[in-house]
């Protein structure tokens, strides 16, 4: 092969194993281009997801934020299911209606629909005399798209409003509760506020048992809700209330009150305190009707409180019906002097004691009986602790803060420990139904249920005796003032002297009867206060016997047949009182 031959071989050789060693060069940069690509086609879309997920996350998280947050007010409107949402209604123990719902309508304006404010305002006040003209101009000027302007009008407003014409006005149904007693029963009752929620009283009691909270989720409905009934005789109810505001008129007195209580169920047959207020119209009453002294009012019961030391002497079985007392002279104890208000200046029997109310005779039981023992009693009865009931308005006792020996001499008359008049009556009940305490309750409640909760604090014996004392004063003592015909009517009177400025001051008494009937066989425990009641000479000096037990005689004359409690006449009772 010739050298040129040669050369050309060469070449042809030299030039395949040049194209040999350049094609994969070529294939490995194709394939990273694609790898390359591929990776931020990955990127990008797990971006994407990342993106997706990030922002659903966010959503999620919002939701479970708003869902956990408490409600803001954004608005002063509430939802139609709201403002429609009904309240059982309240009767009193026989069904007779206390309180109920009715419909309603509220005014209500648009502000960036009104044209002409001032036009608006006009017209308003032709039906509306009172309307509230600074008020309404700020609130139809602002830059709200809804403002109240009246809530619960009358239908005849309603019509009137709309033959007016305005525009940006209209109105939303509501319900109103309404109590067709008024003030008969304001105070046990209650009332609500103008949304429909309950304020004061069993309304309060009744929203605190869950109807509030059902409410406030939307579960109520227009739908009527099974009625309340409480243990109240309206009619019962209605005498105490006429009795106790007529009572305030009569001794020109500050406040008054009174109850009616079952003595073998603890039932509140009626319960009245005056001043008062019509549940209507609260606002109208003032704060002074608004008090509930019955169960919101502590005092010091005076005389009352020496039916429960007798009872407590009896029951430590340290005396006797028999046993006789010392009141011949004055006590001096710690710088003061106790004395007797009528003092017989010789020795007593425990009868006389309770009949001539005797201070010095009650302060050698309750130091017999001594300190703590005496503390112990009174706790038992509830006279030192908060009284549990239903009614909201419950006040707590006051009780020195360390007992010495002359706190318990004074507190056996009445002075130096303040409860509520209602507590004090619930006591009572303990000292003639056999001894057994029963917290009240303004709910039905029957024997056997009464039976089930009721709790020994005294000897049958002790009671047995209080009922004679009881009766004995109401025949030969401060109780003849009470006494009505055929009814057997006996308590205890309470005169005390009010504490004004850290003094006890002799013009400015606090009075109170505490009673039971029928006394042979007692069924109801009744109790009458009056505070500063004043005698026809205007000094503030008169008497319980004057004042609250007269009130008692009022209340059990005119109730006792609607309990159904019958009248006896005659030495044994056998004799029976014939009209023809």
């Not at 000096?541 to 006896?568: C, Q, T, W, Y």
Request: aromatic share 8%; net charge positive.
């Amino acid at each position: 092969m010739s050298f040129l031959s040669r050369v050309m071989v060469l070449k042809s050789r030299a030039h395949f194993s040049a194209g040999g060693r350049t094609r994969p060069s070529h294939n490995s940069a194709f394939e990273g281009t694609r790898k390359r690509k591929s990776a931020q086609a990955k990127n990008r879309v797990g971006l994407l997801i990342l993106g997706f997920a990030v922002f659903y996350c966010v959503i999620g998280g919002r939701l479970v934020q708003y869902g956990m947050a408490h409600p803001e007010v954004t608005s002063s409107i509430l939802p139609p299911d709201r403002l429609l949402a009904s309240r059982p209604d309240i009767v009193d123990r026989n069904g007779a209606v206390l309180a109920t719902d009715i419909r309603t309508v509220s005014l209500f304006a648009e502000p960036h629909k009104i044209v002409d404010t001032d036009e608006v305002i006009e017209k308003l006040a032709t039906v509306l005399p009172d309307l509230d003209v600074k008020t309404t101009y700020s609130r139809l000027k602002s830059n709200s798209h809804f403002q109240w302007l009246r809530r619960q009008l009358t239908p005849k407003q309603q019509s009137q409003i709309l033959a007016l014409g305005i525009p940006g006005i209209g109105f939303r149904p509501e319900k109103r509760r309404f109590y067709p007693g008024g003030s008969t029963a304001a105070h046990i009752v209650g009332y609500v506020n103008i949304d429909n929620r309950g304020v004061a009283g069993m309304e309060r009691y009744i929203d605190t048992q869950g109807l509030a909270d059902l409410a406030s989720v939307g579960m109520t409905s227009d739908q009527p809700l099974e009625p309340v009934k409480l243990s109240i005789d309206l009619r019962v109810q209605s005498i105490v209330h006429d009795v106790v505001v007529e009572s305030l008129k009569k001794y020109q007195s500050i406040a008054g009150g009174a109850v009616v209580i079952d003595v073998h169920t603890g039932e509140i047959l009626g319960m009245a305190s005056a001043p008062d207020f019509d549940p209507n119209d609260p606002a109208a009453g003032g704060e002074q009707g608004w008090m509930n002294r019955m169960s919101n009012g502590t005092f010091e019961m005076g005389s009352t409180f020496k039916s429960f030391t007798i009872a407590m002497g009896l029951d430590s079985g340290k005396m006797s019906l028999q046993s006789t007392f010392d009141a011949r002279f004055p006590i001096k104890l710690g710088g003061f002097t106790i004395k007797d208000f009528h003092g017989k200046g010789r020795i007593l029997s425990v009868p006389e004691i309770f009949q001539y109310s005797s201070n010095i005779g009650t302060a050698k039981i309750a130091d017999m009986v001594g300190i703590e023992n005496h503390k112990e009693f009174l706790t038992r009865l509830g006279l030192l602790s908060r009284m549990k009931t239903e009614l909201p308005e419950v006040a707590m006792p006051s009780q020195p803060r360390e007992w010495k020996k002359i706190n318990s001499v004074t507190i056996s008359f009445g002075h130096g420990v303040s409860t509520t008049p209602l507590q004090t009556a619930v006591a009572g009940v303990s000292l003639v139904n056999g001894g057994k305490y029963l917290p009240p309750t303004f709910l039905p409640r029957s024997r056997a249920q009464a039976d089930e909760m009721a709790v020994q604090v005294l000897k049958p014996t002790t009671s047995k005796d209080m009922r004679f004392l009881f009766d004995w004063n109401g025949i030969n003592g401060s109780g003849r003032n009470a006494r009505v015909a055929g009814f057997d009517v006996g308590g205890k009177t309470g005169t005390a002297d009010k504490v004004v400025n850290g003094r006890y001051a002799h013009d400015k008494n606090f009075n109170a009867f505490l009673a039971a009937f029928p006394m042979d066989n007692p069924q109801y425990v009744v109790l009458s206060f009056s505070d500063e009641p004043k005698t026809d000479k205007g000094n503030g000096a008169a008497l319980a016997a004057m004042s609250a037990a007269p009130m008692v005689k009022e209340i059990i004359s005119r109730s006792a047949p609607i309990l159904g409690v019958k009248p006896k006449f005659g030495n044994d009772g056998s004799a029976l009182l014939v009209s023809y």
